[in-house]
């Protein structure tokens, strides 16, 4: 990898009031031109790290350098280089798209006239060159978010910061959204994005990074998280008192045994062979006469992947994280790694 | 830019630059009043309504009582007094426009960006300034259908008009270092009522202060909202504004007692110079604490 464009040694930030280590040691790098997702549950880190990398938060300890400075050093100069779009739309509700794109141009020290030309410009990509004159007050909870993008655009930040830009948007305006994103990653913008989805992230990122309670459990592409689950998963509720016993007759049919996910009430298990796989529970549990009352094959979820990462569930996790206050070690570290 | 070993160099901001942030921030926060023109209808209905309010139903009473030189027009006496009571009223908007902007995120957007620091604060206190033009000159206007007139000259009454302003500017201060403190628009709201409340009215605006007990007169007569109304009713009527006049009172003496135009307008300065070299600080240190 050339130079990276943005690098991570050990950041640690513990929110002293609330005692709440929020990053525990986070460290990472990549370089530029790529979209790099940062997946995790709620209260896992993620606008914390972004807020540390975008001068809004110091952090505690460690190093934090965007497009070459130091964020904690020289923050000035780091946020010539950066666009945020923050997990709320900051957006003016009493000015129009337009004006709220302009003043960010000025503030990003655009002359007048080129902020206005950037923000027809970027308002024209982001599809809301229409609505550009109306008052913000007007616009739907997702032309927000796209206006809060485009205000973050109109610098021509060399990283952008996105964090959870698709939460609360339809699936259809979603795909626009990525869209958009891929477009600036061809034009040369690289682009850090948190997410909740693991099919967003494996959809959109180049890369990505499991985060959860404040570290990073997990590094790569899409593939390779989605390897360590074994390809496609099923998920079957059986009644309680079934339960072991379906366990055991679902021995040998995957690479893993079944595992109770007591969060969801439901088993699971990797199948390798996808429907074949399915065909085949379906089969055994018919011959030892175990009534099921559901049962799906569907992709690896974030779910999965914490469940193969931590041994527990992303609910789980996020229950977790509600009451633990300072990081401890997690328990069980997954199976699979 | 390479990372090296040594020290980093910090981009600093030039001057220029600040000055065209505060203008963008200004501009800003000042095009939200023309688009919820409620903002400025409320901030200007509440201070006129005082204005017909007072005149037409207390006139009559306290007119009695106030110096001859308001030609027993109590709106002469009681506009010079109304324009701070909105200026102190008026400051609250400080505090609730800051605290909006850091619960709806758009202070985090302002700072993730290369601009001056001080324009968001700057931006506020100046914009709430204009704001405040705007609707002391509202005021002057409904003052003067109803009858008011100036008895000095056109200089004095825009020399406190500046007074009245100046002072407006150092309460903004006030509020938004309150507002940045409990960040909450609620919460700055309750707290802007509790603290200027009681000194508006513990005050000369609306009764002379001799009328008042003796101990609570030694207040009212130092506080700042007595002397800045003080200042410009010196400024706009003449000294006999600043005296006791009534039956049983002495013209002569109570003019000697008088506290003098002047005077009370060195000491109005005085405290919004006073008020601004505290405040100013502390916002900008608030600022850095709420947001860091
Ligand atoms: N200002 C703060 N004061 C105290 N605690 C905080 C603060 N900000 C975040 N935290 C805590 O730090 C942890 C990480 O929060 P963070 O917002 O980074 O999570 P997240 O991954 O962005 O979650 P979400 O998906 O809900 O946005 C949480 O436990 C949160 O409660
Ligand atoms: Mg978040």
Known sequence: MSKPIVRVENIVKVFKKANVRALDGVSLEFGAGIVYGLLGPNGAGKTTLIRVLTTLLRADSGYAEVAGVDVAADPTSARTHIGLAGQYAAVDEYLTGRENVEMVGRLYNLPAKEATKRADEVLHNIGLAEAADRTVRTYSGGMRRRLDLAASLVGRPQVLFLDEPTTGIDPQSRLGLWDIIRDLVAGGTTVLLTTQYLDEADQLANRIAVIDNGRLIAQGTGDELKDQMGGSVIELHVGDEVRDQAIEALTGLSTEAAAFDQYRGSLRLPAPDGSQTLLNVVRRLDERSIAVQDIALHKPTLDDVFLTLTGRGAAEAEAEAEKVTTSKRRGPRGRSN | ?292
């Not at chain 2, 090296?4 to 981009?11: I, Y």
């Not at chain 2, 957007?109 to 002391?136: C, E, H, K, Q, Y």
């Not at chain 2, 509202?138 to 500046?162: E, K, N, P, W």
């Not at chain 2, 000491?267 to 604490?289: A, K």
């Open chain 2, 1 to 292: 830019m390479a990372i090296t070993s040594e020290k980093v160099e910090r981009a600093r901001i030039s001057p220029m630059h600040a000055a065209k942030d505060i203008a963008v921030i200004t501009r800003r926060n000042l095009l939200r009043n023309i688009r919820l023109p409620q903002l400025l209808i409320f901030a200007t209905v509440q201070p006129v309504m005082f204005l017909l309010l007072f005149n037409y139903v207390f006139g009559g009473a306290i007119g009695q009582a106030i110096p001859a030189i308001a030609q027993g027009k109590y709106i002469n006496w009681l506009l010079p007094g109304l324009l701070i009571q909105v200026a102190a009223f008026g400051a609250g908007q400080t505090a609730l426009g800051l605290t909006e902007d850091l619960s709806k995120g758009v202070i985090d957007r302002f700072r993730s960006l290369p601009m001056a620091r001080s324009a968001v604060l700057a931006g506020r206190t100046l914009s709430d300034l204009i704001r405040n033009g705007f609707v002391i000159t509202l005021m002057v206007v409904m003052g003067f259908v109803m009858g008011f007139r100036y008895q000095t000259s056109f200089i004095g009454f825009v020399a406190g008009l500046l007074v009245a302003m100046m002072f407006a500017f150092a309460l903004s201060w006030i509020m938004a270092s309150i507002g940045l403190a409990v960040k909450n628009p609620e919460a700055a709201q309750s707290a802007t009522f509790l603290g200027v409340f009681p000194l508006v009215f513990a005050s000369s605006v609306f009764v002379p202060t001799q009328t008042m007990p003796d101990w609570l007169r030694t207040f009212a007569e130092v506080q700042p909202i007595t002397v800045t109304t003080n200042a410009l009713r010196g400024l706009m009527l003449g000294q006999e504004a600043l005296a006791e006049f009534g039956p049983g009172i002495n013209p002569v003496q109570a003019l000697a007692d008088a506290p003098s135009v002047h005077g009370q307008v060195l000491m109005s300065l005085l405290w919004s110079i006073g008020i601004l070299m505290i405040f100013v600080p502390l916002s900008v240190r608030v600022y850095r604490r709420t947001v860091g």
